[in-house]
């Protein structure tokens, strides 16, 4: 069973953490990934940067260039992260755009995503149906999870489909925003979380966009499965870089 | 082999709609309307008619006597600098406008290059009395300051893109994440045939009138309907995409798209997408683009800022993969002669962008009695100051 | 009682032509054969043919539904700022590059005020690959640097007119002088409805197509050809005259004519001819202008610089004394903020010129069911700085 | 008889000198009438300043400016001249535009000028046909010459109208420019001087326009009655104020 799977049946709200690799330095990767771990952190998305993150608030936006900057590219991940399951047993998601991975290949890059033991994939730019259609069969073959986004204006005959062709978790996104550009959720929010949690998906939720501390963590978890960190994540890594991880996920989840 | 866009938003492999799922329902809405209401005869009256009367369409086509004379063939100029704000960015701000208003948005934003399609906008936005936000390369917002200017005055809100190069690839990016965080009220007027399905085909379809014109416009020139040649730069590649629409599938018309090879094509500084590009995925279409083998997106480099864009459109994509359209490359320096060259021989100061196109008389022969129809896609008043500096005038 | 010239060059009392006889031949020759030239089916067909490809006639009737709401009368723009160049003044230059070909002139001398008419100038002598002078006030060079520029890209010289007030009055002076020194390959090529007989009635006569027009345009909105009201700015007076003639002898149509009050009439500052003028002589014309009770020429005012002259020409000297207009005064500020409305309600940047023209819906009351023809002299892009920084945008 | 025809009748090549009243400084008109006439100067134009002098270089129409800028008016012109005819015994004649003229009045102008003793007057944007049907019994009324321009472009035909309207002499414009333009003569410009005298009009020919020093002025009365000086002169005010005329003049006639 994916690590995936098999840790959303545990019975806890889940902490999902984002962060760039190769930011705030080129070699912290396993590093922080280590050290989130190692303070209780449930999942992690490593996100393989890119050029033109459109989904993006200014936060991620600047860790993607500064990482591109010291000089990441898709085959350092990988290779940063070839050993990653001798030491780290949570699930591990990459998350980035569709274009590097079209360069690198499709085939290619979900087969070398197995090998380092990566359990899924977020790719908000590639389309629900193009993923059905073209690479569905590709993904499972490689045993990875792809995880799509809803947001409060997902219809429900397309939650139902997202849901019908998901395996792992549906990414919600809190409020149709960029990343990092809320604070705090409202009456609004809540409404919807609890909307899609009556609706019984055959996917837990996990709810990203928006979580920050932990008042928005434990909102955003009331109704669902668990919370995806990532601009307060970055802005720790800038200000602290790799050091005192554990204190701020501990100041997430108290 | 069709040239036009298939049902699934495809050209041949090109095109299609790489979103966030965050931008699904408004380009989902689109889709399904925007073929409909443009078919509407309400719409179809009141887009003919903004064009007609505020516009000033029909656009001339003009018989350049003097450069036909020196290269020695017959050039006609479809005069787009004659439209309302100088360019023909305005043919598809009057359709996406009128298209918003039926979709009951409220606010436009849109990005810009050379800040002509800015212009575009703000200007419907304006005679609709809509709220419009633009957003522009801050490189951009240096170089072609008189239409910053013209967009305040016409109460647009211009907010520089300050990442990447600093140009229209970044300014589109700002305008995506404003779209996702405003998905209700708000229309996104894209100003090329670039972007997610259906937005390569609408602006195409707003564009066509351009060719459209160019058939009986011809006809009484030379008593007939089509020309050997149709030549247009390409940025995204709107100005093409109208000027080739109803030509595309008549293999008698020879068509050229010229892109802009910056300082030259192995400079480094270049915007050729054609020689330089690879497919990949570009502001959610599929489609040629300059990139890393990595798939990061290259910065692209023009002096014209309208062609200063490293992708092209999936029409564009797909003329060129299958051949039907020639691609030729011109260096800043080659069109800034070209640019001066028209000044001096028929009186009429060329955008930057359109100077690239008149360029390729001095790279390509023609015969004397082909018939070449050149799209004239804006005027230079924006460009002064760069011509000026440029020529130490 | 007819508005139009009379056989010896008067409007009434006003025109004539009051030059030195080393000016004599050459407006001789051109009063000789002025009008068999225009009448020449050839110079038909070149005239018109050049208006329709090239400058891109007919220049739209537009009906402002906003401005028109906002007044609640029924207001039509004449779109001359569509024209190529931006402005009314190349049906004028058209007309007569055409008319010194004919006459055998190699070399084209102009003023120019707001730059217009000198890039309208230069443009013609491009087109037709002659040598061409633009005499400019210093003044009005640094206010209308964009104009410059154009100027300079279309390969014209623009020399500076240092004396006087150094703006529109004192750079026709300058040209004067270079035609008294050029008195035989050179045509001078007069801006406006002023100077000796016959370019009061040669130049009204170019400009006329404007209101021919308008009959036909109107007939398509309104079912009839014969507006309300025709309002215009009057500088020198060419786009006025150009709307009015076709409705000058049918007292129906009302004719408003609008001149620049600078910082009010009564500040000194300003060039608002009709109120402040007396009959006299300027640049060969009998007329009213500013002036001392000695005879000075005043230096006048105005924020534009294609207003900023001290007379006005015969034929409105003669509309303003009979009565036959209505002359109304607007100041610099109420001419920016309606300059700035129509931006912001129609899309539109107009001229400074022109915007004096739409002021004086805040001065005058109109009906419900007036039909207004305001003749939208030209485009603003020349105007932007002086825009931007009066209103700090 | 009339000053300028009784000049005109003697046996020498004339000098008339042009000055700007009211410049260099606006009592001068006086002190330089005087003193042109005592250095053997022939007759004078006495320049009327104009805000707009189309038909003159820049030397005069500084002079203009300046003359105005100190405070010339008609008026006070003809205050100036008021005794001028208990000193002076030369031809006079005003040189001015037409729109001063015409604000005065010009019947009161003609008056005024037959009162202080002008003899004639010279109007270059006074047309040749205006003047002829509007105002040539005014000017006759008054015992005033009016002085008609020629140019080398000037008709045959025209030429004989104007000399069959003129009672005093022809104003001969060397070649077609405004005042000061040219430096010289040459081949074409003694044809024309030449071409003109061939002709045998009633009205003597006295050429004005790029006359500075004794060289031209030989030419320029070669096959004519006489000369005038305008640009030059001014210069040399400009430069020695009312001083030294008469080594000005001198230098001229030698
Ligand atoms: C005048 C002009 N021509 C051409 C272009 C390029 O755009 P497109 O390729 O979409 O026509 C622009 C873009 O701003 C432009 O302003
Ligand atoms: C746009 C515009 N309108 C009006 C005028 C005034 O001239 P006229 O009164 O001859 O139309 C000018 C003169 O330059 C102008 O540029």
């Known amino acids: ?254 | 082999m069709s040239y036009n866009v298939n049902k699934k938003g495809y050209y041949g492999e090109f095109g299609g709609a790489y979103i966030p799922e965050m931008l699904y329902p408004n380009v989902e809405e689109l889709r399904q309307n925007y073929l409909k209401i443009m078919a509407e005869p309400e719409f179809q009256k009141e887009f003919n008619q903004l064009l007609k009367d505020y516009v000033g369409r029909p656009s001339p086509l003009y018989f350049a006597k003097r450069l036909s004379e020196k290269y020695n063939t017959k050039i006609y100029l479809k005069r787009e600098d004659l439209n309302h704000t100088g360019a023909h960015k305005i043919n598809n701000t009057i359709g996406q406008i009128l298209m918003a208003k039926r979709l009951g948005k409220t606010r436009i934003i849109a990005e810009t290059g050379a800040g002509q399609h800015g212009v575009a906008t703000a200007t419907v936005c304006a005679l609709m009395g809509l709220e419009c936000i633009v957003y522009m390369g801050e490189i951009d917002i240096a170089r072609q300051a008189p239409n910053v200017a013209r967009m305040k005055m016409l109460g647009a809100k211009v907010i520089p893109a300050l990442s990447g190069s600093k140009t229209l690839k970044d300014a589109t990016n700002e305008a995506i994440r404003d779209w996702i965080n405003n998905p209700v009220d708000t229309h996104y007027i894209i100003g090329s045939v670039v972007g997610p399905h259906p937005y390569p085909d609408m602006v195409a379809r707003f564009q066509s009138v351009v060719s459209e014109e160019i058939q009986w416009q011809l006809k009484e020139h030379e008593s007939k309907t089509k020309p050997d040649y149709v030549i247009a730069c390409v940025g995204g590649g709107s100005n093409a995409a109208g000027a080739y629409y109803h030509f595309l599938d008549d293999e008698d018309v020879k068509l050229i798209a010229v892109e802009a090879a910056g300082k030259g094509i192995n400079s480094g500084e270049s915007a050729a997408t054609s020689v330089l590009g690879k497919e990949g995925i570009i502001h959610g279409s599929k489609t040629l683009l300059m990139q890393t083998n990595d798939g990061q997106i290259t910065e692209p480099y023009s002096i014209s800022a309208g062609l200063d864009y490293p992708g092209i459109g999936p029409m564009h994509a797909h003329l060129y993969k299958s051949g039907r359209a020639e691609f030729i490359s011109i260096t800043d320096d080659e069109a800034m002669i070209a640019g001066l060259e028209l000044c001096k021989l028929e009186g009429i100061i060329p955008a930057i962008e359109s100077a690239h196109a008149l360029a390729i008389f001095e790279q390509k022969v023609f015969n004397p009695n082909d018939v070449i129809v050149l799209c004239l896609s804006g005027r230079g008043d924006k460009d002064l100051n760069t011509y000026i500096n440029y020529f130490k005038l």
Chains 1, 4 share one sequence.
């Open chain 1, 1 to 254: 069973m994916n690590r995936i799977n098999k840790k959303l049946k545990e019975n806890k709200k889940l902490l999902s953490i984002y962060f760039t690799a190769g930011y705030p330095n080129l070699e912290d990767t396993t590093t922080i990934i280590q050290n989130l771990e190692q303070s209780g952190v449930d999942m992690i998305e490593v996100g393989l940067p890119f050029s033109d993150p459109l989904a993006d608030g200014p936060t991620i936006q600047a860790s993607s260039t500064q990482a591109l900057k010291n000089g990441m590219t898709t085959n350092l991940l990988f290779e940063q992260l070839k050993e990653i399951r001798n030491t780290v047993n949570i699930p591990l998601l990459i998350m980035g755009y569709f274009n590097p991975i079209l360069q690198y290949g499709v085939e290619d890059f979900c087969k070398k995503c197995n090998e380092v033991g990566i359990d899924g994939l977020i790719i908000p730019d590639l389309p629900v149906d193009v993923y059905n259609e073209q690479y569905k069969a590709t993904f499972e073959k490689h045993g990875l999870i792809n995880v799509f986004l809803i947001t409060p204006q997902t219809s429900l005959e397309r939650i139902n489909f997202i849901d019908s062709i998901s395996n792992g978790f549906i990414y919600m996104v809190s409020s149709a925003s960029v990343t990092g550009s809320q604070s705090g959720f409202g009456k609004e929010q809540t409404n919807y979380f609890k909307r899609i949690a009556d609706m019984n998906l055959n996917n837990p939720q996990i709810v990203g966009f928006g979580i920050s501390n932990n008042e928005t963590f434990k909102q955003a978890t009331q109704h669902t499965k668990g919370a995806i960190i990532g601009s307060a994540f970055i802005k720790h890594l800038s200000n602290e870089g790799v050091n005192r991880i554990d204190s701020f996920v501990k100041s997430i989840r108290l």
